[in-house]
């Protein structure tokens, strides 16, 4: 079992920053990739940003330029550094580990953290 604790949410007004981490615990063998995923009101859930074993990063169009994710590999930590956020940005925040599993993978997922960004 793997367990994700997501912290740094909160409220921010528009053109703020915010620091999101995700701290992984139990079996956290054989990780393929850890990320963040968010989801507004009304939305379906979507990738914000990824980064992958040997350290590739995937961002979504949308937050290039302004979030960089980065990670604490020995702490199994991943960070989330958002800057000039938007009211659009608003959603609650959900941290992922992808971890190879044969023949598959499996997903463990975060309980999630509100961002809230005011304009």
């Known amino acids: 079992q793997v367990q994700l604790v997501e912290s740094g949410g909160g409220l921010v007004q528009a053109g703020g920053s915010l620091r999101l981490s995700c701290a992984a615990s139990g079996n956290t063998t054989n990780i393929n990739s850890m990320g963040w995923h968010r989801q507004a009101p009304g939305k379906q859930r979507e990738l914000v940003a990824a980064?992958?074993?040997?350290?590739?990063?995937h961002y979504a169009d949308s937050v290039k330029g302004r979030f960089t994710i980065s990670g604490h590999s020995a702490k199994r930590t991943v960070y989330l550094q958002m800057n000039n956020l938007r009211p659009e940005d608003t959603a609650v925040y959900y941290c992922?580990?992808?971890?190879?599993?044969?023949?598959?993978?499996?997903?463990?997922w975060g309980q999630g953290t509100q961002v809230t960004v005011s304009s």
């Open positions: 980064l992958d074993a040997v350290g590739n990063t």
């Open positions: 992922l580990m992808v971890r190879r599993v044969r023949p598959g993978v499996q997903n463990s």
